[in-house]
Nanobody, 121 residues
């Protein structure tokens, strides 16, 4: 079983910054891609940024140049640095990890519980 524990959400004014963290724990062989998605009220969940081990991050066009995703493999943790935040960034942000189980084959998709980010004056 794998747990994803998120932290760092909150309320921030437009133009401000926040940093989200997500740590994976449990028993597994390795983590493939790891990153963040978000879901605003009345909208579908969408990709924010993901990164595979040893690769460069992929970003949604809407956050390129403002958000930075980094990964610490030793800690099984990803960090999302969000700058120049806009009201349209308001959403519940979900951590996601694609994980290979300790035994057996294949990859499994895991989600965190979500953390609220609100950008408002």
């Amino acid at each position: 079983q794998v747990q994803l524990v998120e932290s760092g959400g909150g309320l921030v004014q437009p133009g401000g910054s926040l940093r989200l963290s997500c740590a994976a724990s449990g028993s597994f062989k390795r983590i493939g891609a790891m990153g963040w998605y978000r879901q605003a009220p009345g909208k579908q969940r969408e990709l924010v940024a993901t990164v595979s081990s040893g690769a460069s991050p992929n970003y949604a066009d809407s956050v390129k140049g403002r958000f930075t995703l980094s990964r610490d493999n030793a800690k099984n943790t990803v960090y999302l640095e969000m700058n120049s935040l806009k009201p349209e960034d308001t959403a519940v942000y979900y951590c996601n990890a694609i994980v290979a189980p300790l035994y057996g084959s294949g990859w499994f998709n895991y989600w965190g519980q979500g953390t609220q980010v609100t950008v408002s004056s």
